[in-house]
Structure formats: structure tokens, C-alpha cells
């Protein structure tokens, strides 16, 4: 049997949403767990719980061959003997502390020689020579993060929980670090369990994702599985996918799928049985936006519309377009200004039938 990762906790704050989770997923060396949602849906609250820094009220949770937790039997493990490394949001370094200080924190048990050995090799695996007597408030947020999660690593965990490890930094960095932080986690072959709301970092790091919504895991399974096949509407909405609408299938034939949407009719790959009424997902991403009387594309989906929203996203532009429900593109700017969108601007969406992902709708 796989060794595996079992959570099945319930957790209650007073006045704020319960947390009643239930998951599991084979642990491999290397393998990188995403607890991805957005912000209150209890992805920290697991992690503590995983961690031993929250008590949930009742159920389990096992590593591997060790229970840590079992309300029913009364089996609680302090988190100095879960053998973990846990980096915090903020990194909650000691600032009186050198950048070796930190490191060397969790080596008590190692003699002055074997921690010294230790430190030097967490500094080298880290890119922090030259640094080992900075002090964090000297350090880059870049470099204070390496400090962190050297320091995590440093007592050879058997599990590393990390919460929104990138969050503290500015866009450019953080866009960079993600796949040096891949690169090191595989570099460990240490199992890891990350917290992140972002998705281009969920894709990055993670092997498998569990989506939490309002304390519920959702859905379990491969970014890219999750992504572009969420198993329900609420998973739809929580990954990103803009565009959720509700439809009616009314025809298959030739592995292609006829869905009527309000007054506008759909064509979407029909992927097994598919019940009569579906929720219709089509990510930004996909939708392509041309001046009406353009010559058409290969796209089986072309909805004329007008404009009914446009936010910056910095290089990019999230059009909102009303073709009898709400269609979200996402293009550049350059684009937008080429096309001349402003509110009211009428404009065709194209998209290709396999962009339209169909979800039983109960």
C-alpha cells in the first residue's frame, strides 16, 4: 500500500465558517501537496492543524505510519515530535538573529560541530554565502525568504508546510523565485504542503491540489486536472475560471455537444454522459476578441456582443462582454487599444468547442 497523507478534521471558530475537511493522496519523496483557495476558506487552518499549532475538536490525522492526531482515542502529538518544518507567511525570523543564527535555531540536538556543518550546507544549498552574520532587516525579501525556509529545512523534516510562501513579495521577485522554489523542493525530495491563493503559483509548485471553499475541500487532483476540469461550479469559480454560466444540452453528435445558453447555442466537446442540464465553463484565457464584420476563425464558437466592463491587469485587460450572458476575455492592452473597446463597443468573442468545459448541474 502507498504511504499517504490522511486529514479528516472538523475545526470551529465562533462566528466565523466551520472547518470540516476530508482528504487524502499518496506521499511520494518529492511529492508538493496545494491547498489552494481564497482567503477564509481554512487553507492555514488545515496546514496549523497538519502542523500540531491548532487543535481541531474532532478526527484525524496520519503520516505515513504515524497517527497525529485521533480525537476519538485521544491521541494528540505535541508538533516538536511530528518532525516538520514549517515556514509562516511573514518568515518570522528573529531579527537579533544572524542569517546562520536562524538556521542553526532548530539544531539543538546536534553537537557545535555537526550543527556548525549543518548551517554551511543549508547556506550553500540556499545561495546565501556571504551572508551568514546579515541580519533579516539587511537581507532582501527574496533572501529573507531562502533564510526562512533554510531554517525549515535545516532538522530534516519528514514533511515541509509552507503557508503562502511567496506572498510577502513584490510581483517581479515572487515571479521569479517560483520556479527557483520548485527546483529546491524537488532538490530536497522532501514532501511539501504549500497554502496559495494564486494559481500561476499553484501550477508552479504543486503535484497534487486540494481546492477549499468556505472550509470544504472541493476537489482533489493535479493542478492542470483541477484547472481545466473542475469537478463543479463552486470549483469553477474558485480557480478562476470567469466565465460560469448555466446551460441546456440539446444535442450531441460527433463528439460534439450543442448547448443552449439563454438565447445563444453553444458547441462544446461532449466528454462522456452529460446530463440535460450543465453549468458552462470557459476561461478568459480562451476567448478571442475581433471586430465585428472580421473574416471568422476556425473557432466553432463566434457570439457577438458589446462591452459591458473593462479592467486593468496591469500589461493585461479583463473585458467583460454581454452576448446574452457575461463572457470574461482576457487580452493585452495593446489589444484593447487596437480594438477600440470602451463601454457599449460592440465586438465578436470566438472560442474553440474544447475551451467550453460542461458540468452537470445539480
Known sequence: MAAEIIVDVTKTFPGRTSIRASFRYPVESSTVLILFGPSGSGKTTILRSVAGLEWPEEGTIQFVSRTWLDTASRITVPPQDRH????????????NYSVAGNIAYGLGDLTPAGRTARVQEMVELFHL????????????????????LARAVAPRPQLLLLDEPLSALDAPTRAQLRGELRGLLKQLSL?????THDWAEALTLGDVMAVMHEGTILQVGTPQEVFSRPANADVARVVGVETVVQGTLVDVREGLATVRVGDMSLTAVAAGNISSDVFVCIRAEDVTLEPIGAGLTSARNHLQGTVGA?????????????????????????????????????????????????????
Open 191 to 195: 514532501p511539501s504542503i504549500i497554502v
Open 129 to 148: 554565502t556571504g551572508l551568514e552574520d546579515a541580519r533579516p532587516r539587511e537581507l532582501s525579501g527574496g533572501q529573507q525568504q531562502r533564510v526562512a
Open 84 to 95: 516538520i518544518g514549517y515556514m509562516a507567511q511573514d518568515y518570522a525570523l528573529f531579527p
Open 310 to 362: 473593462v479592467a486593468s491587469l496591469g500589461a493585461l485587460a479583463r473585458v467583460t462582454i454581454d452576448c446574452g450572458f457575461p463572457l470574461v476575455a482576457v487580452i493585452t492592452r495593446s489589444a484593447l487599444t487596437e480594438l477600440g473597446l470602451t463601454i457599449g463597443t460592440a465586438v465578436r468573442a470566438s472560442f474553440k468547442a474544447g475551451s467550453v468545459h460542461l458540468i452537470p448541474r445539480r
